[in-house]
């Protein structure tokens, strides 16, 4: 029956099919793919989407293995007839995602074809391009194998539903089985968790931002998803995109016929989307440790093997490195604080819109122990602990004090690139200048201007100069510990502040929450960090050196067995040398400096307060050998859908003048660190090596002080945890902005912000012309997540 080799041939001819063959082969092989494809769609049935698998929870532990909450798999759910659904929302998904809806047969053969392909590759499936095959697809939620049979099984369903079903039904189908992020499956779960009504009462516009969140709610919700994506998915961006691709689905239903020109003119800006968490599971600081496991594991889903969709789908045990006691002595420390002096109904001006925020990490692991987000989760959506938005302030010195102890400073009679090799490692004994309205110059002495030919006139708080007159010379320790503006801005510009922005990031900090690196006032903390990044880059310093980077989830198990178990990994970021000192200095800022109120009797301390210009923003970041912990302070509306949200001032805040670092923040680092302590013994930080060399920085020239500034500092009051310090305001004669720090009336010359002095800091607010808006207050910028951090 088959001829081959051909007998009767010889040659070449002998191994040629003849024709009769090859047709016979080729009848065959159609009429299997005939047969299999025949037996396929009978052996298939229509799944419905009631009968479809629901979610499962997620088990969270906290790190002594008890439960802290099971959640995820309660899949926010309801079935509506098709009548209940608004035709405006069927049309906003069909002109966006499939306009032949009503005449296609429900696939693409050429979608199928490039899954087949990308599968046989190794590669990622694609989703069905037509409603039909995205209703089939959430319909088999109970096998989303990335696997060729699972495809070709989805493709013979979705020839079966086309035949089977009328398109009206697929459309109820795919729109009550559809995930529209916050835990929502299907339009009225959406229509209750964006906008608190029922699905048959959206608008237009509601319908059209409804179909931008079936595109994926990680970068679409308006409340953002940072936890997940801390660079791409941060509320602003996602506003931003959800409203083009709003304008772009109601544009489209226009120009299909679906929608009169006159009501699409009436939606141009996003509608008012409600709160995004009501889950009571999550109440207080619970649900904001959700977020940040979930997030690690989604962020580094190389290494742990979660998706988004694998959360959302459930079953998982993570065991996180969070200690239930330190959580709530942290809350516990922020709501005494909180109860004593915040008192919106007796100062309604002042005390309306306070926030705090915290992060505690071990700098042995880097495992984040404990985080206050907020005062609650379920109420206030944005992590503090996470991100904010808001600057660090004096916070960053020791930044530049690293800098220049690791790198030194430029020789200023050498040309730029010989500068850069021949340097001078700086001892914590330098001297540098203390000058009030100290003239900023570059490491070559040549005055720094900016682009329109300004000099810098650096200020130091309260106005006043520090360090031993005519000069105002003042070394570096006594620098830190009084927090002196214009010895660290000369130091940062004769290190060079690229090295600045290096030691930032070596010992923690994420490159996009460093802010304006080409100005002076970088030095002094213009730059807006998360109180998770900033607690682990001081605990880089607490560990000699050794930069561990955060994270929330020590490992995750399931069904199958153990999953995923990190691994913690150091890189030496500065050497223990230059480490220890940086501490030493730090210490003498808790022993008799800015930060005394962080004092805990029989511990060593070193820690920073941080003052931000307008008194926008207040912190204070410290460690022990055994823990760190930053904890921040600062105004903003709590309404995140209020797009002209900005900080604003806490002048007379909490009863206070002025809010420094040394208030508030200090006396909650020091309430929860002497609870979290207890009972561990107390440690001492490693004896520091000698370093570096004494430089005594050339003077630079400045301005004849002022009537109103001292010559001598006045001395620090140095109150109780219980009694905050009370600084004077800033001078009402100049104004500052975030680049160009303090214009004075007199001149027009610009001055840096006030810092230092008498125990506050202040660094410049941000400038519009050269920076993002930063008055979102949740931006991603100091995030946590991204790359491997946790």
Not at 12 to 23: C, E, G, I, Y
Not at 657 to 674: N, V
Request: glycine share 10%.
């Amino acid at each position: 029956m088959i001829d081959y080799p051909r007998a009767d041939k010889y040659g070449w001819q002998r191994w040629v099919p003849s024709w009769k063959l090859v047709a016979g082969l080729f009848v065959g092989f159609m009429g299997s793919l005939v047969a299999v494809a025949g037996i396929g769609y009978a052996m298939v049935g229509i799944p419905k989407i009631d009968e479809t698998a629901e979610a499962q929870n997620n088990v969270y532990y906290w790190k002594d293995g008890s439960q802290m909450v099971a959640t995820g798999g309660e899949a926010n759910r309801q079935i509506i007839d098709l009548s209940q659904i608004p035709e405006d929302m069927r049309w906003a998904v069909i002109s966006q995602e499939n306009k032949t809806f009503y005449e296609d047969s429900g696939i693409d053969p050429k979608g199928i074809g490039r899954a087949v392909f990308n599968m046989a590759r190794g590669g990622q499936t694609q989703g069905g391009s037509t409603i039909t095959q995205q209703y089939v697809k959430n319909a088999m939620l109970n096998d989303q194998s990335q696997t060729i049979s699972r495809k070709f099984k989805e493709i013979f369903v979705s020839i079966k539903v086309g035949a089977k079903l009328d398109k009206n039904t697929i459309m109820a189908g795919y729109l009550n089985s559809a995930y529209y992020g916050r835990n929502a499956y299907g339009i009225q779960a959406a229509a209750r968790a964006y906008f608190e009504k029922d699905a048959v009462d959206l608008s237009a516009g509601e319908c059209a931002f409804l179909s931008a969140m079936l595109k994926g709610a990680t970068y679409y919700d308006p409340a953002g998803a940072s936890t997940i994506d801390p660079v791409n998915a941060t509320p602003d961006k996602n506003r931003k995109r959800a409203l083009l691709q709003m304008q772009d689905t109601l544009d489209k239903m226009v120009e299909y016929g679906h929608l009169d020109p006159a009501k699409r003119a009436k939606y141009i800006t996003l509608p008012k989307w409600k709160n995004p968490r009501s889950n009571t599971d999550l109440k207080g600081q619970i649900g904001y440790l959700v977020d940040l496991a979930n997030g690690y594991l989604v962020s580094n889903s190389k290494e742990t093997g979660i998706t988004q969709n694998d959360l959302q789908q459930g079953g998982y045990s993570i065991y996180t490195t969070f200690d239930r006691k330190k959580v709530n002595q942290l809350e516990e420390a922020v709501k005494k604080v909180r109860k004593d002096n915040i008192k919106p109904k007796e100062r309604p001006e002042k005390d309306t819109h306070v926030q705090f925020g915290g992060a505690s990490v071990d700098p042995t692991t880097g495992a984040i122990r404990a985080v206050y987000g907020g005062e609650d989760a379920t109420k206030h959506f944005t992590n503090n602990a996470d991100q904010t938005g808001a600057q660090v302030g004096s916070t960053f010195k020791p930044f530049v004090l690293a800098a220049a102890m690791t790198w030194g400073v430029r020789d200023p009679d050498l040309g730029s690139s010989q500068a850069q090799d021949e340097r001078t490692i700086v001892s914590p004994k330098s001297l540098f200048s203390g000058q009030n309205k100290l003239k900023i110059r570059n490491y070559d002495r040549t005055i720094w201007k900016d682009e329109k030919g300004k000099e810098w006139l650096q200020t130091n708080d309260g106005n006043v100069s520090l360090g031993t007159p005519p000069e105002f010379k003042i070394d570096l320790r006594e620098a830190m510990r009084e927090s002196v503006n214009s010895a660290f801005v000369q130091l940062g510009q004769d290190v060079g502040l690229d090295k600045v922005k290096e030691a930032a990031m070596s010992a923690g900090l994420r490159e996009d929450s460093l802010t304006g690196s080409g100005f002076p006032s970088f030095s002094i903390g213009i730059s807006d960090p998360s109180a998770i990044r900033m607690a682990g880059a001081y605990a880089t310093f607490a560990a000699s050196g050794k930069q561990r980077d955060p994270y929330s989830v020590e490992k995750v198990t399931s069904e199958k067995g153990q999953i995923f178990t990190h691994k913690t990994e150091s890189e030496q970021a500065f050497t223990s040398k230059v480490a220890d000192n940086v501490t030493d200095v730090l210490k003498t800022v808790v022993e008799k400096g800015t930060g005394t109120n962080a004092q805990l009797p029989g511990r060593e301390v070193a820690g920073k307060t941080g003052t931000t210009d307008g008194n926008k923003s207040a912190w204070f970041v410290g460690y022990t050998p055994q823990l760190s912990t930053a904890v921040t302070m600062f105004r903003l509306d709590d309404d995140e859908s209020n797009k002209n949200r900005a900080f604003l001032e806490m002048f007379g805040t909490g009863g206070q003048e002025k809010i420094h670092g040394a208030s508030f923040p200090a006396q909650i680092w020091h309430d929860y660190m002497a609870e979290a302590l207890k009972g561990q013994p107390a440690k001492s930080f490693p004896e520091p090596e000698p370093i570096g060399e004494i430089v005594n920085a050339e003077p630079s020239p400045s301005p004849t002080p002022s009537a109103t500034e001292s010559e001598e500092p006045e001395p620090s009051p140095t109150p109780t945890p219980s009694q905050p310090v009370v600084l004077p305001s800033p001078s009402q004669s100049e104004t500052c902005n975030r680049f160009f720090g303090c214009e004075e009336d007199s001149g027009g010359t610009n001055s840096g912000a006030t810092d230092g002095g008498s125990g506050g800091e202040t660094s410049p607010s941000p400038s519009d012309s050269e920076t993002e808006d930063t008055s979102r207050g949740n931006q991603n910028g100091g995030g946590f997540f991204g790359g491997s951090t946790g």
